[in-house]
């Protein structure tokens, strides 16, 4: 089935059902896209943390699926991975436990979400595909289906600057379900009325 017959179909259904009903994810598998195997860019883990999470993938791999909580704990530990790469040695310390207390909690909302929509043995096809954007970009990481290789969900950060406020941290994400359109908020943290550092840096 062509993308753009498919996401057309999933807005129809958004729109016709005011949002109550998701169509099943069945439609987007295509069979012949299953052979591919997309190159996988995350941040590097330290060896503690890549034990743990290589022994959890290894064992869910072995069975062919991973349950909702495994999955919900794997993103997590990602999530957090990713976002405090993305931050850099200058951003992080002074932002890190702020990010832990209120936006962390929400990415885990935001994950748990995205696990309800799947049948467990849908959920061995979702991974975290992206490197942080540096610089300027607003990208964190990225949820991707595998077998669609389509993006499901994507976490950004924007820098805003409110007319005398200083800067502020906005974290949120997009979904797949309107093209990626909608922002949904998950905090915002304060940084300082001087210019933040790049991303990274």
């Given at each position: 089935m062509?993308?753009w017959?498919?996401?057309?179909?999933?807005v129809?259904v958004?729109i016709?059902t005011f949002g109550?009903v998701?169509p099943?994810?069945?439609?987007?598998?295509?069979?012949?896209s299953?052979?591919k195997?997309?190159?996988?860019?995350i941040?590097?883990?330290t060896?503690?943390?890549s034990?743990?999470?290589?022994?959890?993938?290894?064992?869910?791999?072995?069975?062919g699926?991973?349950?909702?909580?495994e999955f919900?704990?794997?993103?997590?530990?990602?999530?957090?991975?990713?976002?405090?790469?993305k931050?850099?040695?200058?951003i992080?310390?002074?932002i890190a436990?702020?990010?832990?207390?209120m936006?962390?909690?929400n990415i885990e909302?935001a994950?748990?979400n995205v696990?309800e929509q799947?049948?467990e043995?849908?959920?061995?096809?979702l991974?975290?595909?992206?490197?942080?954007?540096?610089g300027q970009s607003?990208k964190?990481?990225?949820i991707?289906?595998?077998?669609?290789?389509?993006?499901?969900?994507?976490f950004?950060?924007r820098?805003d600057?409110?007319?005398?406020?200083?800067?502020?941290?906005?974290?949120?994400y997009?979904t797949?379900?309107?093209q990626?359109?909608?922002?949904h908020?998950?905090?915002t943290?304060y940084?300082?009325?001087?210019?933040?550092p790049?991303?990274?840096?």
């Open positions: 062509p993308n017959l498919r996401k057309s179909f999933v129809m958004t016709l109550l998701t099943s994810h069945a439609i987007f598998y295509d069979n012949s299953t052979d195997n997309p190159k996988r860019d941040v590097e883990p060896n503690e943390e034990s743990s999470v290589n022994a959890l993938s290894s064992s869910s791999e072995e069975i699926h991973i349950n909702k909580e919900i704990r794997k993103m997590i530990h990602e999530a957090e991975n990713q976002s405090y790469a931050f850099g040695p200058k992080k310390p002074v436990n702020e990010f832990s207390e936006v962390l909690p909302k994950i748990q696990a799947y049948p043995e849908e959920l061995i096809n991974a975290v595909t992206e490197r942080p954007g540096g607003e964190i990481f990225h991707k289906n595998e077998a669609t290789n389509e993006d499901i969900i994507r950004h950060v820098r600057q409110p007319p005398q406020q200083g800067y502020w941290f906005n974290f949120h997009h797949y379900h309107d990626f359109q909608t922002h908020e998950l905090g943290i940084w300082d009325k001087n210019t933040p790049k991303w990274m840096s």
